[in-house]
T-cell receptor, first 117, second 111 residues
């Protein structure tokens, strides 16, 4: 089974702290994504990466950065956490170009619930 | 206006009932995803379909590309089906890297 593992299920941080959220997948997927999920707003894309060292901004990249030094690992960084970044963060992975081939299934991690005080 | 609309937002039904959740989208797509999220956060991919119908156990997903509409049906619903169901479409064309998600339908099945 494909496994996407997020490093922390629950985190509590203080305003201004630097926060690292890590995600590891074991299926050699090219694509990796970071989403945040808020009540009433659904899932929103923060950043995605389609290869090592490659990244693209999603819909809400402000206040976030990412790192993909190895294919299996995609990190989300909050340089200076703020209270409006309190949210559920979800990592996902998929095969690149899978939609047309019928192999574009998304695999999600369990989520990391971040609270910024 | 959200490019992906789901209805209903909330649905409560008795065990055994036939369930239908709808998803309408406003852009051309190559495929549509149905996802399931149980309380506690984890999201599981149920279906990815680009035409016709797919079936997995008691779950059936259909899509009408011309009408830009998809439905998720659950037959003989069970309390363990209680979850949030989310549809998602790729809005940037050929590759599914960027998905737009509906806000989800919260389903509660009462024993």
């Amino acid at each position: 089974d494909v496994k996407v593992t997020q490093s922390s299920r629950y985190l509590v941080k203080r305003t201004g702290e630097k926060v690292f959220l890590e995600c590891v997948q074991d299926m050699d997927h090219e694509n990796m994504f970071w989403y945040r999920q808020d009540p009433g707003l659904g899932l929103r894309l923060i950043y995605f990466s389609y290869d090592v060292k490659m990244k693209e901004k999603g819909d809400i990249p402000e206040g976030y950065s990412v790192s993909r030094e190895k294919k299996e690992r995609f990190s989300l960084i909050l340089e200076s956490a703020s209270t409006n970044q309190t949210s559920m963060y979800l990592c996902a992975s998929s095969l690149r170009g899978g939609s047309a081939r019928g192999t574009g299934e998304l695999f999600f991690g369990e989520g990391s619930r971040l609270t910024v005080l | 206006k959200n490019e992906v609309e789901q209805s209903p937002q909330n649905l409560t039904a008795q065990e055994g009932e036939f369930i239908t959740i709808n998803c309408s989208y406003s852009v051309g797509i190559s495929a549509l995803h149905w996802l399931q999220q149980h309380p506690g956060g984890g999201i599981v991919s149920l279906f990815m379909l680009s035409s016709g119908k797919k079936k997995h156990g008691r779950l059936i997903a259909t899509i009408n590309i011309q009408e830009k509409h998809s439905s998720l049906h659950i037959t003989a619903s069970h309390p363990r089906d209680s979850a949030v169901y989310i549809c998602a479409v790729p809005i940037y064309g050929f590759l599914n890297e960027k998905l737009t998600f509906g806000t989800g339908t919260r389903l509660t099945i009462i024993p």
